[in-house]
């Protein structure tokens, strides 16, 4: 591999690891989403239940 | 089906980048960086142009949507922006033996405009949620726009370049092939970004309500046997 080819890697990599990362941050927030909302659902059962 | 666009675009960017293009004389194969660092810079110039005509739509109806529109177009301008200046320092170290040259106006111009744009975030949230954090996000957004006909026309207006000139005002200076291959990578990165910036206001608009709902829950409780008896 030339010094040329390496670069031109390097820069790809860079571009299409940073999607990749994106991807993963964006799925940790989706299940942190849906953590929040079964907890909200779970506390709204509580409060519509007799007694809550 | 925007992000299914964006993959088929990006995809095929690529491949006639990396196959079909053909190798510039003088650079060589490291020139096919090209495809990849202009169109990821002016996806960072559309980013940051999007957020200033989100927040003068908002400075001009007073509609608060707009303000989390901005925050995110930002937020995507800010991470393509990240993306432009490290693409541009590999390209530079192996066309100008350097990782950075100060003295190219374009390349300075543009790390101030990073740098206005990553200072946004720490005017954002040095201020409490609500109208004032959204004038002044707004008026700051829209201020950061003036500096992307500077960047842009820096570059024309330096006497001492070495950052290459590819579009002038005979049209591109490159082939129809190259021109052709550009196109589709710059269609591809506009196609991500904003696919990017639809997923991320879906995100922040959901954390939003679910904050929102949590207060509600919080705080009213002894409205919830009265809505039981409503449904029953």
């Known amino acids: 591999m030339s010094t040329g080819e390496k670069y031109l890697a390097a820069a790809y990599l860079v571009v299409f690891g940073a999607v990749l990362l994106y991807l993963v941050i964006i799925s940790l927030k989706v299940t942190r989403l849906e953590r929040d909302l079964a907890e909200l659902t779970e506390l709204a059962r509580r409060q519509r239940a007799p007694g809550g | 089906m925007l992000s299914c666009a964006a993959a088929v675009l990006v995809l095929l960017g690529l491949g006639l980048a990396l196959l079909w293009a053909p190798e510039d004389a003088d650079q060589g194969i490291s020139q096919k960086i090209f495809y990849v660092h202009v169109p990821v810079a002016l996806t960072a110039y559309a980013g940051f142009g999007w957020a200033a005509w989100k927040a003068l739509r908002l400075l001009w109806t007073g509609d608060e949507r707009y303000d989390l529109e901005s925050y995110t177009a930002v ?77 842009f026309l820096a570059i024309r207006l330096a006497e001492d370049l070495i950052h290459p000139v590819v579009f002038t005002r005979e049209g591109p200076q490159m082939s129809d092939s190259m021109f052709a291959t550009f196109c589709v990578c710059l269609a591809g990165m506009l196609a991500l970004a904003a696919a990017l910036y639809r997923v991320e206001l879906t995100g922040k608009r959901i954390d939003e309500r679910i904050r929102e709902l949590r207060e509600l829950l919080a705080t009213e409780p002894a409205r919830q046997p009265v809505l039981t008896e409503v449904r029953s």
């Open chain 2, 75 to 151: 937020h995507i301008g800010t991470i393509f922006g990240v993306l432009t200046l490290v693409t541009g320092s590999i390209w530079a170290k192996v066309s100008w033996g350097v990782w950075w040259s100060w003295s190219e106006r374009q390349l300075v111009l543009f790390l101030i405009l990073f740098l206005f744009y990553s200072a946004y975030f720490m005017l954002r949230y040095s201020l409490d949620p609500g109208p004032r954090r959204q004038r002044s996000s707004a008026v700051y957004a829209l201020f950061g726009v003036v500096l992307i006909p500077i960047s």
